[in-house]
């Protein structure tokens, strides 16, 4: 398995502790602002994607949890919910190859450290694929699928 590079789209803070270096993690909690900088973070991640699919390697995309809310903007949740939808996909497509791909929620108010060990552990070879894990409260109470 060759190596792959996580990326932040945009930059954050979040890759300062050591992740297994054959995952791919995308982090998008910055979100967007319009539409061209909505398809660059996408586009950002399908490229990283590929590149893990092809190495064997798990996926992990990292979205604010107010995203997929809608509660930033327009273009934030396009984000959020597009990973989502490509995570679910890449579940699908890659299971022959046992290869994860899931997202991973967070709020302004999720400690750095906890966030950093889901990552981890959704980043770890037989783990669960095509999940949501929430690390905040921001969505109890609602219909989330």
Known sequence: MSEVNSTDV?????????LPPDSAVVDARA?????????????GAFELSQQA???GAPIVYLVHSDDLLGRRGAPSAMVANGLLAAARTAAIELARSAISANVLAVGDDTPHETAVQWIRHLAQAGGPTGELVHLDQGHLGKALS
């Open 10 to 18: 945009p930059a954050a803070g979040f890759f300062n502790l050591a």
């Open 31 to 43: 979100g967007a602002t319009d539409w061209a900088s909505a398809k660059g973070v996408l586009m």
């Open 53 to 55: 699919a092809r190495a």
